[in-house]
C-alpha cells in the first residue's frame, strides 16, 4: 500500500518513516493544500488524469466508482472534477486519524451535504475500512470480494437517468493488506485484478462506432492498480488488451519508486466480453 495515514508502531520503522514523509513533496503538497486531501494517493490521480486527457472532467462522465476508496482522495478528486466542490472541515485530521464518530453507516448516504451543492452524476466509493462522508460521493463499507458486492454497487449507482447503473469510470486502487507471506500476497493482488476485471465488463459503459468508423461513444475506462506478479502480462493480454481500445501503462512520478505498484489506464471498453 503506498501510504497508509497512520503512525507506524516501531520506534526505528517510524523515525525512518517520518524522515520519508517529512522529504516527500506530494506529502508536503498534502498538507500545504488549501482542499487538504485526505491521502497521497489523491496527487497519483490528478497526475495521472491531467497527464491522460482530463478524462474526469469530460461532460459525458457520469458515473464513476472508485474501488478501494478510504481514506477518500480520491473521491475527493473524482468529486472535484465531476463538479462538486468539497469543504476541508469534512476531512480527517492531519496524516488521517479518522473521526469515528462522522463516519457513515454501510451504504448510507448523506442528504445534508447532497444538498448543498450540486455536481455531475454519481460517485459510488468502497471499502473494507469506513470512509468519512463527502460532498457528492456515495460511500459503501464492505468486502469487494463478497459475493453479491457488484449488485450493491450497481443499484448505488442507479438514477432516473442511469436505470442500469452503469459506470463509466471505474477506478481501482486497491491492495490487500500484506500478511508477510510473497507467495500469498503477490497472488491476491492478482486476483484483486481478476475481481475489478469481472465487475467493470458488467458495468462498464460500452464504445459505439457507426458503419463508418466514427465513434458515437468513446466506452468506459478503467483504472486499474496492480502489483508485479508472473502473470501479469497474461492478464493484460487477455483480459484488458482484448477488451479495450487501448491499454496503458502508467508509473505515475507520486508513486514511490521503490513501490512495486503499477496502474493500467484501459479506454474504450469493447463491450465484448
Ligand atoms: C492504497 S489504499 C486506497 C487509497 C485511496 N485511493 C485514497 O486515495 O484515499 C487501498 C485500500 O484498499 C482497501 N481494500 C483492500 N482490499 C479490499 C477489499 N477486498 N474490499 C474493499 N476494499 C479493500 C483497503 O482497505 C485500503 O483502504
Redesign the pocket.
Known sequence: ???RPTLPLHKKSSTAWLARQSRDPFVKARLSSPSSY??R??FKLIELDDKWGRFLSCPSVRSVVD????????SQVVAERLGWTFDAEDNVEEFGLREEAKVQKRGSWSTELENKSTGRGKIVA????PIVPMLGVQTLQM???APGSARVIRDALKSPQNPEGTADVVLS????NFSGNKIRDTQSSLD?CHAVFDFAKGALTARQVDERGKVLRGGGILLLKHFAHPSLQEFRKECLESNFHLVHYIKPESSRSDSAEGYWLCRGWLGRA
Open positions: 500500500m503506498s501510504f485526505r491521502s494517493s489523491a474501488l478501494g476508496a478510504a481514506p477518500g482522495g480520491w468502497l471499502d473494507l475500512l468486502d469487494f470480494l486502487d486497491m491492495a490487500a484483486i
